[in-house]
């Protein structure tokens, strides 16, 4: 009677190991990816708020020196914001790490630090453009993930956001830069939350055809 308890235990046991298998579907994949993740929604939300920021730092009289060291510090803030607004929105944007996908779009996000590597040679070599070339880069690195979540928004949106970016430099008092890009990324957050919607509808009537 012990050998066929313990026998139970130790399949139950083994039975508790088991992992789901994960897809090798490409397309099955990243909508997995867009859903889990919201299409990084949660990522352009906190953005809103540290440009927001970075429009008030650059509406102070401050010396330039002052306010460029500001704006350096403020993106840390992102992960804390960013998982505030995925509990709020839903997203879940550190699960499931064994989607190549899931992989791939962190992978984007921490791209962007190598480019900033520009910002901080502006900061102190050219520090009336590093607000400008800041903008840029955050533009820029939106654009691979058009295609890690198949997504006409990053496509759009960065374009938009980079050109727009210089053009407002050339024509406007530079505090119109973080306030071009805190309104970018309000509408970019909003198009990718419809966009999850509209996936969201799509794969539930495939399941229930």
Same mark, same amino acid.
């Given at each position: ?45 906190? @953005? ?56 791939? +779009? ?44 198949? @997504? ?44 999850? +919607? ?12």
């Amino acid at each position: 009677m012990t050998d066929i308890t313990n026998t139970k235990i130790k399949s139950a046991t083994k039975a508790k190991k088991v992992t789901v298998p994960l897809s090798t579907d490409f397309t099955e994949l990243r909508t997995q990816a867009s859903l889990q993740q919201m299409k990084g929604a949660p990522f352009m939300m906190a @953005s809103v708020v540290i440009w927001s920021l970075v429009t008030v730092i650059w509406m102070m009289p401050w010396e330039l020196g002052v306010k460029n060291t500001l704006m350096t510090y403020a993106p840390a803030l992102l992960i804390p914001l960013v998982l505030l607004f995925s509990k709020i929105i839903g997203a879940h944007v550190f699960r499931d790490i064994r989607n190549p996908f899931n992989k791939l +779009g962190f992978l984007c996000v921490l791209n962007q630090n190598l480019y900033l590597l520009i910002m901080m040679w502006a900061y102190s070599n050219c520090p009336g453009a590093a607000l400008m070339i800041f903008g840029m880069i955050f533009g820029a690195h939106l654009l691979p993930f058009s295609w890690v979540y198949n @997504s006409k928004t990053y496509l759009v949106m960065s374009l938009v956001t980079t050109f727009g970016t210089t053009a407002v430099s050339i024509f406007l008092p530079a505090v119109y830069i973080p306030l071009f890009l805190a309104l970018c990324q309000i509408v970019t957050s909003t198009c990718l939350l419809v966009e999850c +919607g509209n996936l969201k509808r799509s794969q539930k009537t495939k399941v229930e055809l």
